[in-house]
């Protein structure tokens, strides 16, 4: 294959504010689009009860190879003209070791969607971005994505060594495994999730394009293991430094924090770029790189680019909801825009930015008016019991249900729902009993600070188009 390496990633930003339409806008500019391949499964399912506007699920889901899978989907989910506002999502199953074939099913859907949308109507390379802490979706996900030809997978949030060969095994089809952290595991306990395409395919399916694989890595040390622990081949890397939006690597050493309780990042922190270039491999710097000068500076140290998240997040074609999207944007207009690393929000114990929001969980009194339900379960935790069978917990479900798992109380203190609203960020938030609406949560790099320098003048907003042109200098 002839590659050409894009100079610009616009970085995978789960849920779905990397959606399909921010990923085709920014593909079609030239550079490469990437949509968040996290939680697919439960956007086709709003999508379509919402009555899928515009009509786009149900476009994909009809070029979709195996046509039952795709009609048992739509004939469960699609309410035409859209669920009543006030009535809740319908729920799908949480995650587990062995998963249900529907939740299968939903996950190679709602991936092979995205990926296909984010493709329509133009032949560039389009990414899609997992976290590899959210383990049990990896392989029917993966798969879906592939079937709609992704180009390259992009992986943060831990050490993805087991997925290059996952991706090799789906693009033949073969059957795959992903060993699962399982806290307390003992020697001898099986702690894999396993999944065969071929008990999903209806028919015989051409060999598929194995994707690129990109990691995410924030150290030397890590990007070094990558290439040495791997089951396959590792492409390049993103190098993701802690002002990036989303989850961040911890600092590494002992744990030093601000007054605000920020965790301090110090030169331990700080990639060699040099040491980088020595692995031979193609790589983007990610994390307030956002300028035509940093994207310089990155090529003369031998890179091929930079990776953007926050001023994509910011600009009219992302797929946050337009009132926090605008919420945020004003904040940042006017100088009062803050983002917090907060160490506690997120229950996989990374770092998480929060962007301040009136009316958001980022507000104490908002976060303590929720009442805890972990009814999405990506960030559960799989922990050994008793009997030696798998349980799973999240430290931001109830604590009369997470202490009984073996989890410390002291691990619930601030811990915040990401799943629900994260997914709330996108406008599908979820009804709770008693008509509770799920509340925002948003996060951002603290590259938002300086976000309205993309804003044309005279304009208010910009697009994905604005970012391009000034981090490429030109008109793209
Ligand atoms: C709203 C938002 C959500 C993000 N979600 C993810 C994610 O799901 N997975 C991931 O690997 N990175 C995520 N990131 C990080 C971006 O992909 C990107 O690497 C980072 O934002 C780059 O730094 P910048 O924000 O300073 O441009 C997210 C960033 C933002 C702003």
Known sequence: MDL???????????????NWNLAKAVSKLGQLGVVSGVALEVLLVRRLQDGDVGGHMRRA???????????RAVDRYYIPGGKAVDKPYAAIPMHRQVASKRLHELCILGNFAEVFLAREGHDRPVGINYLEKIQMPHLASAYGAMLA???????????PTMIPGVLDGLSNHEPVSYNLNVAGAQQGDDTLARFDPKGFMEGDHPPLDRPMFLPIVASNVLATTMLRRSNGKVDGFVIEGPTAGGHNAPPRGELKTNEGGE???????????????????PFWVAGGAASAEKLREVLEAGGNGIQVGTAFALCNDSGMSDKYRTGLLQEAVAGTARVITDRLASPTGFPFKVAQL????????????????CDLGYLREAYRKDDGSLGYRCASEPAETYLPKGGNESDTVGRKCICNSLVANAGYPQ?????AVEKPLLTSGDDLAEIARFIPDGQTSYTARDVINKLLGSEA
């Open 4 to 18: 050409e390496y894009p100079k610009i990633i616009q970085g995978g930003m789960g849920v779905a504010i990397s």
């Open 149 to 159: 030809g992704a180009a390259y997978v992009i992986m943060g949030a831990g050490i």
């Open 358 to 373: 009136e009316g958001s969980l980022s507000e104490e009194d908002v976060y303590l008016s929720r009442t805890r339900v």
């Open 431 to 435: 009804i709770q009993k008693g008509g």
């Open 61 to 71: 889901l009809e070029n979709f190879p195996f046509r039952e899978m795709a009609e």
């Open 263 to 281: 965790p301090i990042y110090g030169e331990r922190d700080v990639v060699d770029l040099g040491k980088i270039r020595k692995l031979g491999l």
